[in-house]
Structure formats: structure tokens, C-alpha cells
């Protein structure tokens, strides 16, 4: 079941619903965007909260996009890994070994 739970973002409170499996994670994602609007505010060129919270939220979404693309690129590399491994030992079942070198 949904409790509502207050947060404060640029010192306005905020009450969300959310199950209390993800109240943590909702209390940790507000503390995070409260740090992320503050910088963009002290640093003075965005004037506003819409503003500062549309900016925050392009930047926030831009390192997920970017995190995204970099897990896509992992996969890709590990798919390959794993077919190149299984290609060496294709390739080494084939080979016959000297005895000398076989584990015992």
C-alpha cells in the first residue's frame, strides 16, 4: 500500500506516494535532484524553479542515456567475448595435446 512521504526539493515540501518497499529509494532520488537543482541555481545562470527543474531533469537524463548506451556497448563485448571463447575451445577440442602437457 502507497504512504504518502515528504520531501524537500529547493526548500519546498512535496508529498509523493510510494510503497514503503521504495521509500528509501524515493528519499535518496529527492536528495539527489534537491543537490542537482541547488548547483544549477547557486551557479546563477538559470533563474526560476520550472527552469532549474527542466535543466536538472535534461542533465539527470542525459547520464542515464549515456550510462544506458555504455551497459548496451558491455553487453555487445561480452556477447563477443563469450563467442570467441567458445570458438578457442571448438578449435582446442580438435587439437590434439602431448601428454606431457595434459593435467592430471
Do not use: C, W
Not at 512521504?5 to 529509494?25: C, Q
Not at 544506458?68 to 578457442?88: C, F, K, M, P, S
Amino acid at each position: 500500500m502507497s504512504e504518502p512521504v515528504k520531501v524537500s526539493i529547493l526548500d519546498r515540501e512535496f508529498m509523493v506516494a510510494a510503497p514503503a518497499e521504495e521509500r528509501d529509494g524515493l528519499l535518496e532520488s529527492a536528495r539527489q535532484l534537491d543537490a542537482r537543482m541547488r548547483e544549477i541555481r547557486d551557479a546563477g545562470k538559470i533563474v526560476g524553479m520550472d527552469r532549474i527543474a527542466i535543466m536538472a531533469a535534461l542533465n539527470i537524463t542525459h547520464e542515464m542515456l549515456q550510462a544506458q548506451n555504455h551497459a548496451a556497448g558491455a553487453e555487445v563485448i561480452e556477447t563477443r567475448l563469450r563467442d570467441l571463447d567458445a570458438r578457442i575451445d571448438d578449435y582446442l577440442d580438435g587439437v590434439e595435446v602431448p601428454a606431457e602437457l595434459q593435467r592430471r
